[in-house]
């Protein structure tokens, strides 16, 4: 079932090459915030056919249309993925007051920096343990809510939310996001290092006319050009990818 979703996911994401470019430019725009709701609500489009459809089922990709609704559905997508972060970033808060208070206040001195290190290292990766198990049932959430009339509320409760994931099956769930982020690093690792391989081999080949400059900017042209594929291509084809294996996925469940 996994690699059915995984390859329904990937021939899914390559139906629009138009779509990819799209939001590979609305995500090179989202320093000026819109374009980010944007991303979210094209998500939401996503899901939301993935949840009405089915593996291997012939689902278009959403188009760019009504944008007004496509905010504000990006809007929920925020709402929900930002109040799941709230555990994760509240831990990390309050234990960095209680360890700071303890070592600089308390023994009204600074602690040696490696222990100090130490010990914030581990509450980052406690922190990042929380986000992203808030990350894999907000993943449950959102298709949840929009399963059940797009109502926000239905993306809070937690103990439907749960019995979802016991019905698909917590090792499967666990398995389909290492398959994910293994996939995920694995592709963007390789272009990374293709890329810059091709920018180093030119550089070699036009060191003898320009001398030793050319590796420099052969390289700088190429980790520029990884940096523009990365946010045109791979991240939006991704981001298509994760969507629709979402939804796909929250479908496993037992009804």
Request: overall charge neutral; proline content about 4%; aromatic content about 16%.
């Amino acid at each position: 079932m996994l690699l059915e979703i995984f390859r329904d996911s990937f021939e899914y994401s390559f139906k629009e090459k138009k779509s990819i470019l799209s939001l590979g430019v609305l995500l090179f725009l989202s320093i000026f915030i819109v374009p980010i709701f944007l991303i979210n609500g094209y998500s939401y489009r996503i899901i939301k056919i993935g949840v009405n459809g089915m593996i291997n089922g012939n689902d278009p990709l959403p188009e760019f249309k009504n944008i007004g609704t496509i905010f504000l559905e990006g809007i929920k997508i925020f709402i929900v993925r930002f109040i799941y972060l709230i555990p994760g970033a509240v831990v990390l808060i309050l234990f960095s007051i209680v360890n700071i208070s303890i070592s600089v206040i308390g023994k009204h001195e600074t602690p040696e920096y490696s222990v100090f290190l130490f010990i914030q290292l581990g509450i980052i990766a406690i922190s990042i343990v929380i986000w992203l198990i808030s990350l894999a049932i907000s993943n449950v959430a959102i298709p949840h809510m929009i399963a059940n009339k797009e109502s926000l509320k239905f993306a809070f409760k937690i103990k439907d939310i749960l019995n979802i994931i016991k019905s698909i099956g917590f090792y499967e769930y666990i398995e389909f996001y290492t398959g994910y982020i293994v996939l995920y690093l694995g592709i963007i690792s390789a272009a990374f290092l293709l890329i810059i391989l091709i920018g180093l081999i030119f550089g070699l080949i036009l060191s003898p006319i320009i001398g030793p400059i050319a590796l420099g900017y052969s390289t700088g042209f190429m980790f520029i050009f990884y940096f523009l594929s990365a946010v045109l291509i791979i991240y939006p084809f991704f981001m298509i990818f994760e969507n629709r294996a979402i939804a796909l996925m929250y479908n496993t469940r037992e009804n």
